[in-house]
């Protein structure tokens, strides 16, 4: 069983920025497509950004295109989700996921395509 670990998640300011980290235990990484979802209080989960395996295709939401960015480093075998001119809206539990990628290029974005996923981490961005 793939555990996924979050890590970077804290209080910010408006406007300031958090970068993410997130890695798997075990597998090749390089075979899994990889996505961050978000959910608030009293909302559905939703998501934020995905990378195919190859880092080749990007998907964001329409509410964080422009000032978050996903990368991988497949050396390293990390996915991170740099976070820029935070608003108070982004405070979330942010998830890491996973999927087995089969194709090249996917980088889904439904929830329901992800085989794994990691505990969460508290982003918190206080105006």
């Known amino acids: 069983q793939v555990q996924l670990v979050e890590s970077g998640g804290g209080l910010v300011q408006t406007g300031g920025s958090l970068r993410l980290s997130c890695a798997p235990s075990e597998g090749t990484f390089m075979n899994y497509y990889m996505g961050w979802f978000r959910q608030a209080p009293g909302k559905e989960r939703e998501f934020v950004a995905s990378s195919s395996r190859d880092d080749s295709n990007t998907n964001y939401a329409d509410s964080v295109k422009g000032r978050f960015t996903i990368s991988r480093d497949n050396a390293e075998k990390t996915v991170f989700l740099q976070m820029s001119s935070l608003k108070p809206e982004d405070t979330a539990v942010y998830y890491c996921?996973?999927?087995?990628?089969?194709?090249?290029?996917?980088?889904?974005?439904?929830?329901?395509?992800?085989?794994?996923w990691g505990q969460g981490t508290q982003v918190t961005v206080s105006s």
């Open positions: 996921a996973a999927g087995r990628a089969l194709v090249r290029i996917l980088a889904p974005t439904q929830t329901t395509r992800y085989d794994y």
